[in-house]
């Protein structure tokens, strides 16, 4: 199953779940949540797997990219 896997949307099971929930945080994020909430919901272990993943992604931390990101999205 993991090689068919691999042919199809060319990434490991385990890397596509991480990457989903990833995304799924980031819209969290991006609604308003907390880190906490964010990785909860999602489905992350806890704030600190969210934070590993945001660092090696991102090269921030889920709050910096929620407060970049907040304040692009307000008008004036």
Do not use: C, N, W
Request: proline share 7%.
């Amino acid at each position: 199953m993991t090689r068919l896997f691999r042919e199809e949307p060319a990434t490991a099971p385990a890397r596509y779940v991480e990457s989903s929930r990833f995304d799924l945080a980031k819209a969290l994020l991006d609604q308003g949540h907390t880190a906490t909430q964010a990785a909860a919901l999602a489905g992350v272990p806890g704030y600190e797997s969210l934070r590993q993943v945001f660092a090696r992604e991102l090269s921030i931390s889920p709050a910096a990219y929620q407060h970049r990101f907040s304040t692009a999205r307000r008008t004036p």
